[in-house]
């Protein structure tokens, strides 16, 4: 069974930052595409960063320079680390892998960055 848990949400300021963590378990994450996607109040569910399984990186252009997706093999975990964030970052954040057609999502976290 695929499970995907996120933490690290919070409240922060503009320009601060925060890393969000995700624990992935009944998968090999260097086997399947992590990603993070958010959804902001009143809005769609939108991607944010992917790293594939062979390592290499994407991001929403939006979030370029800002945001560092990585990973942990070991721990199986997936990263966001989210720096210079802007008020318009705010959204509820999910962890996401697909694998052999099925998707799987974490619960997710709430990012809030207000003044």
């Known amino acids: 069974q695929v499970q995907l848990v996120e933490s690290g949400g919070g409240f922060v300021q503009p320009g601060g930052s925060l890393r969000l963590s995700c624990v992935v378990s009944g998968i090999t994450i260097s086997s399947v595409p992590v990603s993070w996607y958010r959804q902001a109040p009143g809005g769609e569910r939108e991607s944010v960063a992917t790293?594939?399984?062979?390592?290499?990186?994407t991001y929403r252009g939006s979030v370029q320079g800002r945001f560092t997706i990585s990973r942990d093999i070991d721990k199986n975990m997936v990263y966001l680390q989210m720096d210079s964030l802007e008020p318009d970052d705010t959204a509820v954040y999910y962890c996401?892998?697909?694998?052999?057609?099925?998707?799987?999502w974490g619960q997710g976290t709430q990012v809030t960055v207000s003044s």
């Open positions: 790293i594939m399984s062979a390592g290499y990186t």
């Open positions: 996401n892998t697909r694998l052999r057609g099925d998707e799987y």
